[in-house]
């Protein structure tokens, strides 16, 4: 019994020391670590943009038709996100209608198809011709953000004029000699939100607070209209921004129709996801947006079947464990004694139609066939309202090319009905060498 006590409090207090050396020497922390866009922002390139104009006090939703206008208020403000889904002149007349009406039309030119080498495009854009807009060949060099920039995260120091194999090799020179950012002088709250631009690049537009908004447009293609050179041009746009003084064509205009704008620009990712928190891309959208509800008028999307598998994994594997319990409770239920399995041998043609005539006999069907074929041969014969002399002669003429005697040809063509199989197959057979004769 003594060694048993020593036992057991000797693992008490062991188990007491355990518990003080962790209460002691634990310290709680939290780790944030970025796992990237999740699935719905993966797949709604424009979530930022929703929350933010939520946030702001708006409504946003997502819309995939044109025909959405069709129900909309004159005061909410509608993103078409290319300017290809106003795909016909109605269409067109429609969206003007409404925007006349009030409403406010932000149009991304559709430039996917531009061909720069020719200056046009391969499809016809009923929007931009109703307004006498063109697309035209912007600046070629296009950066707002290094292409290493995600590869490398937030430790990377890169200058415009560092090309990509030389941003590496810095890269790994710092990660050897165990520099950080925070050790040149350069801490997180430091660094600014928005990527390195020439200021000569960006677009500043004037608000009624006198503060200028900064906005870095995609400048590779321009849109431009004869009011910009020329002011007496009807329909010219009211306001527009150019990127550098000497361009000819601009990234952003905007149309007045009666109560209502339509802005275009040629950018159609400033407010995605990605960019929006550039400059003053997300304070832009909401000065543009209004009071009313906004509705992103987007490209129909159409999920992966790997997606939906897996979104409806659970309920394919219940409706498949449904189907395969039912299937096994069918196959399972038998009444009486098990009947025995039929034959699968096929049986011979003559037996087949031995089957048949006697279904047909047993169903008081071979009077409709002997009068049937009556009918048609009496017919032919002409004689089907001939009286006894003209019978007479027709069963001479028939038996001398039969060699049936006049009895049995009368009793065949015009006798009563059979009262017996034999009967019956003696009446066809007759009739059918009569036939034969025809």
């Not at 006049?406 to 009569?434: V, Y």
């Amino acid at each position: 019994m003594t060694v048993k006590r020593l036992l057991i409090g000797g693992s008490l207090l062991f188990c007491a020391l355990m518990v003080w050396g962790f209460l002691t020497f634990f310290e709680r922390y939290t780790e944030e670590r970025d796992h990237g866009w999740g699935p719905e922002a993966r797949r709604n390139l424009f979530l930022a943009a929703e929350q933010y104009l939520a946030a702001v006090g708006l409504e946003p939703r997502q819309a995939e038709n044109i025909s959405v206008l069709n129900g909309l208020s004159p005061d909410t403000t509608l993103y078409i996100a290319s300017s290809s889904l106003v795909y016909n002149s109605q269409r067109v007349e429609e969206l003007l209608d409404w925007v006349q009406s009030g409403g406010h039309a932000i149009v991304v030119a559709h430039t996917e198809r531009f061909d720069v080498e020719e200056q046009r495009s391969e499809a016809r854009d009923w929007l931009l011709e109703t307004l006498d807009v063109s697309i035209m060949e912007g600046h070629e060099e296009y950066l707002f953000e290094h292409p290493l920039q995600q590869l490398l995260g937030e430790d990377a120091v890169m200058t415009p004029q560092q090309s990509p194999g030389e941003a590496l090799r810095e890269y790994n020179r710092r990660i050897d000699k165990g520099i950080s950012t925070e050790e040149e002088g350069e801490t997180a709250h430091e660094k600014p939100r928005n990527p390195d631009v020439d200021p000569e690049d960006l677009v500043g537009l004037p608000t009624d607070s006198g503060v200028e908004v900064q906005l870095h447009f995609d400048a590779s293609h321009l849109l431009y209209h004869p009011g910009l050179d020329d002011d007496t041009v009807d329909d010219a746009p009211v306001f527009w921004a150019r990127v550098w003084r000497d361009d000819e064509a601009v990234p952003f205009m905007q149309f007045e129709r009666g109560s209502g704008v339509i802005t275009l620009l040629t950018d159609s990712e400033i407010w995605q996801s990605h960019r929006i928190g550039h400059f003053d891309h997300a304070y832009f959208l909401q000065l543009l947006a209004g009071n009313g509800d906004f509705v992103f008028l987007t490209r129909p999307r159409f999920e992966s079947l790997s997606y939906l598998v897996r979104k409806y994994a659970a309920e394919c594997l219940l409706a498949g464990a449904l189907a395969l319990l039912g299937w096994l409770l069918l196959r399972a239920r038998r009444f009486g004694p098990l009947q025995p399995a039929p034959e699968a041998a096929r049986r011979s043609l003559l037996e087949h139609i031995s089957a048949c005539g006697h279904y047909y006999w047993r169903d008081d069907q071979c009077e409709q066939l002997l009068r049937g074929h009556r009918t048609e041969l009496l017919r032919r014969l002409r004689a089907t309202d001939a009286d006894a002399t003209a019978r007479q002669k027709l069963a001479e003429r028939l038996s001398a090319a039969t060699d049936l005697r006049e009895h049995d040809i009368i009793a065949s063509l015009w006798g009563t009905p059979a009262a017996s199989e034999e009967t019956f197959t003696e009446h066809m057979r007759n009739l059918q060498r009569i036939e034969a004769v025809l």
